[in-house]
């Protein structure tokens, strides 16, 4: 069986959206005869953990973890481990540590992931490097080992790092020295894997072996959705999975729900807003505050995976937000695709060009509608909430179309990869 080191600082069992890409890979390349090990961090304080998903891996899967410099991990040592709600979200801390850190704050973990990549390389015999980012970090640590023991070298970006959505610069060198470092990774790698088109189509504009560039999205495990789910209240359900955040505003939808009830379209007795996750950098409740919604709003804070799929299943109507900005159609969301699983109808409030818009229209999983068509989310709420009362239900998915988004698949894919990049790397 072929070996190949997985460098990923989000790992279970940190919870979140951000572990599961690279998680989900570790748990089935060993079906495709590729035996993964994986270098992450020791324990940090994050903003939420999920112990349950390393009960998924195969018992023999090695994770080696290793301390860190950074500033998750010092303030766990800092705290000893009393304390693990995860830092506070200000844009006066993100803006600090865009000044001191660089390619980003994880960049006190290279060190101890270049010295242990490289013992695990040399005992393991590693036949191939795998990076995952963000954190951008991550890629430096796989572009060093590269240089120093030879090996092939493939970096999965989940964000792109230069005029992307969640990067803000607080100066011109800043960024180009950001962009410059993208560049050599790209340059430097045996094959780049992205999460979307566009974001493949951005880094092939950089006229850099555009042939090696490839999209393997992010995806859904058919394993997760195997138990059945049986409603207990007769109540209209409309669910949000996930982060809220500057990026995925829900400020369009509240103010929707606000107006239906403000004209007595819905009855706020048989209507619920559930939210499973977090909210960073904006105030929810705060909003649902203002929109008057306090009575139908039911937060759920952030759940265990296997929990949140437990609540798709019983929703009625799934609520998809991304941002809105010229960068738009790079945007992809990891929640999408268990939603395409779940097979309950997506209200996507998304840009129509955006890569979301597409993935729902494809698969006729649901609506795709402008953050600024207020009206027609209306539209959209009330037709839905009168199909559930009038036992109307008739929703059906492009099940092929779906199918392709299926964790153990995008796996194959993955291997397919690995075993060219081997055939041309010798």
Known sequence: MKKVLIIAYYFPPMGMGGVQRAFKFAKYLPSFGWQPIVLTVKEVNYFAKDHTLLEELPSDT???????????????????????????YTTKKARFQSWMFFPDNKIGWIPFALSKGLKICKREKIDLIFSTSPPPSAHLAGYLLKKLT????????????IGFQYENYPTFLHRKLKENLEKSIIVNADAIITVSP?????????????????TITNGFDQEDFKTDYVKTENVFTILHSGTFSLDHNPIPFLIA?????????????????????LSLGIDLEKLIEKRRLRRIFFPLGYLSHSQTIKQLKGADLLLLTTASHPQAEFATTGKLFEYLAAKKPILAIVPKESFAARIVQLTESGTVIAPQEIGKIEEVILSHYRRYYENKIDFQTDEEAISQFERKH???????????????NP
Not at 257 to 277: P, T, Y
């Open 62 to 88: 090695k994770i080696i973890r290793t301390g860190s410099l950074d500033p998750l991990r010092v303030s766990h040592l800092l705290r000893k481990g009393k304390s693990l709600k995860g830092e506070t």
């Open 150 to 161: 030879g090996k092939a070298w493939v970096a999965d970006f989940r964000d792109l790092w």
């Open 198 to 214: 566009g974001m493949s189509q951005r880094i092939r504009q950089f006229n850099l072996q555009a042939k090696k560039v490839q």
């Open 257 to 277: 729900l606000e107006n239906l009830l403000k004209r007595n379209a819905i009855d706020s007795e048989k209507i619920k807003f559930v939210h499973c996750g």
């Open 410 to 424: 995008l796996a194959s894919k993955l291997v397919s990869l690995f075993n060219q990049v081997l055939k041309n």
